[in-house]
């Protein structure tokens, strides 16, 4: 009896541990994935669409070595994508824009 106590006071400990690490590992995934993004953002701001790609793949790829899982990663790459192909339309909508009288 006071040994499964303890074994369940260990796995209780184990298990609180893990919680706290995976909730640690997630908030420095969010503000590595945000950080990126915003950096990404930056980017589409100063440059085309050509260079926009390699840096995305160079940002996925990161993001997966520094522990990241897959889904989250292609995640932010189809955020990445989606926020590109958005800024872009803009992009080429403004010289009609500024043409308009």
Do not use: K, Q
Not at 2 to 12: A, L, P
């Amino acid at each position: 009896m006071g040994v499964r106590s303890i074994v369940g006071i260990n796995v209780m400990r184990i298990a609180v541990s893990m919680c706290m690490a995976m909730t640690l590992l997630m908030s420095i995934i969010l503000i590595v994935s945000m950080a990126v993004f915003i950096f990404v953002i930056m980017l589409v701001v100063m440059a085309t669409l050509m260079p926009m790609v390699i840096v995305m793949f160079v940002s996925m790829i990161l993001l997966m070595i520094m522990g990241v899982s897959v889904p989250v990663s292609l995640l932010t790459f189809v955020l990445m994508v989606m926020v590109v192909m958005r800024d872009h339309r803009d992009f080429l909508d403004i010289p009609v824009r500024m043409h308009d009288p």
